[in-house]
């Protein structure tokens, strides 16, 4: 089993900037891919950004392009996201998942750990 804990998460106001980060722990060694979820009040949880752990290639939703980063540090097994020109639609709170069975998970049914989950919450 793996572990999750996200920081990061706050108030701010749109158009700031906020990183996320997700700490690993566990049974790590045969993860295929890590991503970033986000469920706002009375919506499903959707996918926001992939990372594949081997390559570190990268996959993002079209709500995010151009203004979310997400990165890892395979030295300290974290993940990142960086958002940057928030907008108030981004507000929710943001889980990161990881994925044994999925090179670029994107369906909360490939995941098989999630964290805690962080609140970002944008202002306008």
């Known amino acids: 089993q793996v572990q999750l804990v996200e920081s990061g998460g706050g108030l701010v106001q749109a158009g700031d900037s906020v990183r996320l980060s997700c700490v690993a722990s566990?049974?790590?060694?045969?993860?295929?891919?890590r991503a970033w979820f986000r469920q706002a009040p009375g919506k499903d949880r959707e996918f926001v950004a992939v990372?594949?752990?081997?390559?570190?290639?990268?996959e993002y939703a079209d709500s995010v392009k151009g203004r979310f980063t997400i990165s890892k540090d395979d030295a300290q097994n974290t993940m990142y996201l960086q958002m940057n020109n928030l907008k108030p639609e981004d507000t929710a709170v943001y889980y990161c998942?990881?994925?044994?069975?999925?090179?670029?998970?994107?369906?909360?049914?490939?995941?098989?750990?999630w964290g805690q989950g962080t609140q970002v919450t944008v202002s306008s």
């Open positions: 998942a990881t994925s044994t069975i999925s090179a670029f998970v994107s369906l909360p049914e490939h995941v098989d750990s």
């Open positions: 566990g049974r790590t060694w045969n993860t295929l891919s």
């Open positions: 990372i594949a752990w081997v390559t570190g290639s990268t």
